[in-house]
Every structure is written in C-alpha cells, then in structure tokens.
C-alpha cells in the first residue's frame, strides 16, 4: 500500500496507536528511524525501539534511547530484561508492531518465522498488527523471492507501507526507498482507527475461499476465489480479541495468526455441515466464501474423455448455508457477503431479506474488481441503511468492515426488545 509524502509540519489532533514497538533492521535508512521517533514523540506516542544486531552498524542505541526516552532492546540475551520474559512483556505492550526500516533480509526471516533474534521472537509472540516499512536496492525489492514473502507476509495480515521510488544510496535509481518518517506517521494515523473494533470475549466464526465440485478425477466446477478477503477477516478478528474458528475452501493461504481453529473442506456441502456445527457457538459469523450453487449431479469415477461431441451435465442445487444460519436458534449476528457483476444494491438487498442476514457486504466483481485481487471495495447493506468501504487492500477493508460489524451488532442488541 502506497502512502503519499506530507511534509507539512502542522500537526493535528493524533487518533492512531498510542504505544508503538519500533523495531529497526539492517541498512543506511536506519537513520531514518531517528526522525521517526521524534516524530511520534511530538504526537505523545510511547515508542519502545529494537535493533537488529545489523542496525547497530548503522545507528546507535543511546541515540534512540535518548530521542525515545526508553531503554533500547537489542538481545534476546538481555538478564535484567528477560528475567521476567521482557520480550513476552513488550508483544504484548504494544499497539502496533512497526519495522523500519525493514531489510530484504528482515522480510525473509519474518516470512519463514524465524525467532533466533528479538525482533523475530518479538512478531512470532505478537497478535498486534504488523506494519512494514521496506528499504533496500531496487533489484532485491524486484526480486521474486522478495516478492513472495511479502505476499506471504500480506497473505498473514501485515501490512506494507511504501516503498518509494528515487535516488539510492547504492547510486541506482528505482523502488526501494523507504518512505519518509512523515509519510509513515500519516500511514499510522490512517490505519489505526481501522483495528478499533473490540470483539473481546466474543467468538467469530468466518468462512473463506471458494468451494470445488468434483466431475471426475481430475476435473472440478469452481471459481477464482483466492480466500484473501475471508482470512484478512479472520486475521483482523483474531486482533481485535475474539476467538476465532475459520473454515476454509481450498486455498494455499497460512492460517492467519492469532486464530483458534480452521477447518479445511472441499465442497459446497463439507463447508455446509462445519458452519453449521461451529455456528451453535458462535456470537458473529461472517460468510465470505464463494460457495458453489450448484453440483454435478453424477461424479465420475474415471476420467471423463471426448467422444467427438458435446458433454451435457446436470447440475442439483447445493444447501443455502446463510440460510441456514439464520434459522438457527439461538442465531449468531450474521453478516453475508454478494458478489455481483451488475445492479449491486438491489441484489445485496435482495439477498439481505432472503436469506435473514443481519448485514449483506456487496462488492462489484471484473474489470479488476474483487475477486483474485489484492484489494477490493465493499457496499454494506443492512435493514434500514448502508455504509461504503473504499477501495482499500484487504487488511484495512477486513477491519474497517469489522468495525462497523462490531456498531451494528451493538445497535441491534440494544434495538432488541
């Protein structure tokens, strides 16, 4: 997510984290990290800094202790601190985990979840959301193994601040600058009203992905759903305090951290029976899967081949799982998703009424939109009204959706008689 320079040095009234864990990697922008605690200082936010073992070569620890006003960690060896788990202590001090610069190499270790350093141990034992701000040379941010990590890393619920492109320190010219500590004070008072739903001591139940329909062995009906939308949801749940049980479609995402439970299924009728059953003890359930219609009527058991003429299926109707979520009793607040490719509103709403969700978030599919994308915009419908989520990447829209799912839960008990 691209986040715009502001240099202006006015500052208005601060809404983002208010106790931000810096960590620093190895690289020249390291001093860049100077400004930024002093930036956030200037905004009275507590800022507790950990360097790397790299980031030392690069700027000193009394330097930003003295602009921070803590002490600086920098080993997970530390006996005074760990005497008493210091490293347990400062995950869970923290509103917001915030990496920058964060290194190529910094990327790699978090996306394979190594913890034999602080900064390391410090993500793995944190369920706060996870900010990244990239530094590096132009060709190893272009490079694919970069570039998988960080999907790997979104895929999870962190979230990527820049990087910029210009001048290097390398002489090269091109992507990879980290943004501007201004920029990243912007970006942090953006996006942290968006983690603001407390659904502490609530269970949630989410659906993700898509389903497949055997024909034979080796065939299937499905669709293009990537299941990003229902695990950023599951991943922003699981933040924001609830116990989370997630049931996914086939899909080759990480289960998000943070969350309780997932159940892997295949079809239509597999992801009908888990809802339904983890459903009973749930207090919200969001149903973001792309669910199959319809079924072959007859799978084959050998490979169905050409016979020099047209193939004709019969398709049954599969079970109508939000249906029938909302005719359990006692019923879960219940939140739909519509995916449609014309006339959004009168469809979402159609579907709100038919099916007797509480909430109906439509979002417009093709042309670049919704499915198999990195990013979406949802119109949320609900009996009486209506709120619009801007475009966004699915971790901002997954907590912002969450958010209004948390107001409109609370209006509805205290509107119940």
Known sequence: MRFAHDTGR???AWHGPQRVLLGVSGGIAAYKACELVRRLREREVEVRVVLTANAERFVGATTLQALSGQPVRNSLWDAAAEAAMGHIELA???????IAPASANTLARLAHGLADDLLGTLCLASDRPLLLAPAMNRLMWAHPATQANLALLQARGAQILGPDSGAQACGEVGTGRM???????????????????????LRVLVSAGPTLEDLDPVRYLGNRSSGRMGFAIAAAAAQAGATVTLVAGPVSLPTPPGVAR??????????HAAMLDAARAADIVIA??????????????????????????????NPDILAALAALRPRPFLVGFAAETEQLETRARAKLVSKGADLIAGNRVGAGLGIETEDNALSVFWHGGQHELARADKTTLA?????????????????AP
Do not use: F
């Open 288 to 317: 973001a899967a792309a669910v199959a219609d319809y079924r072959p009527a007859q799978v084959s058991t050998h490979k169905l081949k050409k016979h020099g003429g047209a193939l004709t299926l019969e398709l049954l109707e």
């Open 399 to 415: 907590r912002e959706l969450l958010a209004l799912i948390a107001t409109r839960r609370a209006a509805a008990r205290e509107a």
């Open 10 to 12: 006015a500052m208005s």
């Open 179 to 201: 943004l501007e500590p201004d920029a990243i004070v912007a970006a942090l008072a953006t996006l942290a009203p968006a983690a603001a739903a407390d659904l502490r001591g």
């Open 92 to 98: 869970r001090w923290a509103d917001v985990v915030l």
């Open 262 to 271: 997932r159940v892997d299924v295949r079809s239509a009728r597999q992801m």
